[in-house]
């Protein structure tokens, strides 16, 4: 364990890698936390890749670099595959119907993997090992770490909802009666109709919950004709 420290002291790039991915972990948490469609996992990839990309280009102009005779930059190559994978990367990205953007981490990781590609193909095994590491831990462990002791936003999902009211019914009570089932409720939308009222809105539960217990919910409130839900993560 002592000697692994050490090892870890003395590695100036793993320092790097480390520090890179606690920035990653931290504007991903913060965009996280608004609701952002750039998270934690997104923020983490391209954080640590941007770093090890870097490490590779200086290390990689010291390493091949001669003095004295003709200058080189071995960065050359791996900066215009960097750009064609920018585009790989959009492909991946799609906006749907319900205006929640995806595959923002699938681009990510397209960026990751050929950040990898490229620091094999300089030389440098170790480091792209430990970003595969830190990719792996960011993806997979952190998420679950966070979802489990971090802020509740995290441990929150979003469901989407249109609910037909008999037009009798009192609105702000029936919004009460909704949080008395320990659901949040927000961007309310009411439409009048010639016999009903609709409500739109986002409900805000527990990511373990499903979808189907919100649509009961919601259909043994008092005065509610109709439910439609639909989960928007």
Known sequence: MKELLLLFINN????????????GIGIGLEREL???????????IISVMACL?????????????KEYSRPMDPGRIPSYIISGI?????GVIMRRGNEVISGLTTASLVLAAAGIGITIGAG????????VVFL???????????EKIGPKKLREKEIKAKILIEKST????????????????????????????????????????????????????????????????
Do not use: W
């Not at 608004?34 to 983490?44: A, I």
């Not at 990309?53 to 670099?65: C, G, K, N, R």
């Not at 009411?190 to 373990?208: F, L, P, Q, R």
């Open 170 to 233: 009192h609105l702000t009570d029936l919004l009460k009666e909704v949080k008395r089932k320990k659901l949040g409720v927000k961007q309310v939308k009411v439409k009048e109709e010639s016999d009903d009222i609709i409500i739109s809105c986002i409900v805000i539960t527990y990511k373990g919950t499903y979808t189907t217990d919100i649509y009961y919910n919601l259909k043994s409130l008092t005065g509610v004709i109709q439910v439609e839900v639909e989960s928007v993560d």
């Open 12 to 23: 100036e790039v793993l320092i790097k890698l480390t520090f890179a991915a606690i920035s």
């Open 86 to 90: 920018g585009f790989l990367g959009a």
């Open 124 to 131: 440098f095994y170790i480091e792209a090992l430990s970003g």
């Open 136 to 146: 792996i831990i960011g993806v997979k462990v952190i998420p679950i770490l966070f």
């Open 53 to 65: 990309l870097t490490i590779v280009s200086y290390e990689s102009a010291f390493m091949y670099a």
């Open 34 to 44: 608004k609701g952002k469609p750039l998270g934690l996992k997104t923020c983490l």
